[in-house]
């Protein structure tokens, strides 16, 4: 079971892999997952994948999350899945480990994963700080590429 929560961690973790194609039971576990949690439940997994995020060498100078609040995400983000996996959608996360494995089963995580994620993104201090990035482009490369490569 412990191999069974890292995929599932690790699938949620990783919002941005291309998508296998679904099975019915990872289908109804996504869906499940998705129309089921609470907006505190999207929140705390936010949270939880930003902590993660920040304990990687390359973003670990731009947050420093203290332990103890690490450690109380995380404590978050677990309760959250242990509720959805064997309570709110317990029925559809067995059926999809039965039948279509742990791989679908992470899979299906990834559905809510994004869920959470776009409510971040949707944030207007999220979406001003990608306007910030966007600003710094020159558009005469852009410009150029299309001259070079249009043919």
Same mark, same amino acid.
């Given at each position: 079971?412990?191999?069974?929560?890292?995929?599932? *961690?690790?699938?949620?973790?990783?919002? +941005? #892999? @291309?998508?296998? =194609?679904?099975?019915?039971?990872?289908?109804?576990? /996504?869906?499940?997952?998705?129309?089921?949690?609470?907006?505190?439940?999207?929140?705390?997994?936010?949270?939880?994948?930003?902590?993660?995020?920040?304990?990687?060498?390359?973003?670990?100078?731009?947050?420093?999350?203290?332990?103890?609040? *690490?450690?109380?995400?995380?404590?978050? +983000? #677990? @309760?959250?899945? =242990?509720?959805?996996?064997?309570?709110?959608?317990? /029925?559809?996360?067995?059926?999809?480990?039965?039948?279509?494995?742990?791989?679908?089963?992470?899979?299906?995580?990834?559905?809510?994963?994004?869920?959470?994620?776009?409510?971040?993104?949707?944030?207007?201090?999220?979406?001003?700080?990608? *306007?910030?990035?966007?600003?710094?482009?020159?558009? @005469?490369?852009?410009?150029?590429?299309?001259?070079?490569?249009?043919?």
């Amino acid at each position: 079971m412990r191999k069974t929560i890292i995929g599932l *961690a690790a699938g949620l973790a990783m919002v +941005a #892999s @291309a998508p296998l =194609a679904a099975g019915e039971h990872q289908e109804r576990l /996504a869906s499940c997952l998705k129309e089921s949690s609470t907006q505190a439940d999207r929140d705390a997994l936010v949270r939880w994948i930003f902590v993660a995020m920040s304990a990687h060498p390359l973003t670990a100078d731009l947050a420093v999350v203290p332990a103890d609040t *690490a450690s109380a995400v995380s404590r978050d +983000a #677990s @309760a959250v899945f =242990a509720k959805l996996i064997t309570v709110t959608c317990g /029925a559809e996360s067995a059926g999809t480990i039965k039948y279509e494995g742990t791989e679908a089963f992470g899979k299906a995580f990834e559905v809510l994963g994004m869920s959470a994620m776009d409510g971040l993104m949707g944030h207007p201090r999220v979406a001003g700080a990608v *306007a910030e990035m966007t600003s710094h482009l020159d558009p @005469a490369q852009f410009d150029e590429m299309m001259k070079r490569y249009a043919d």
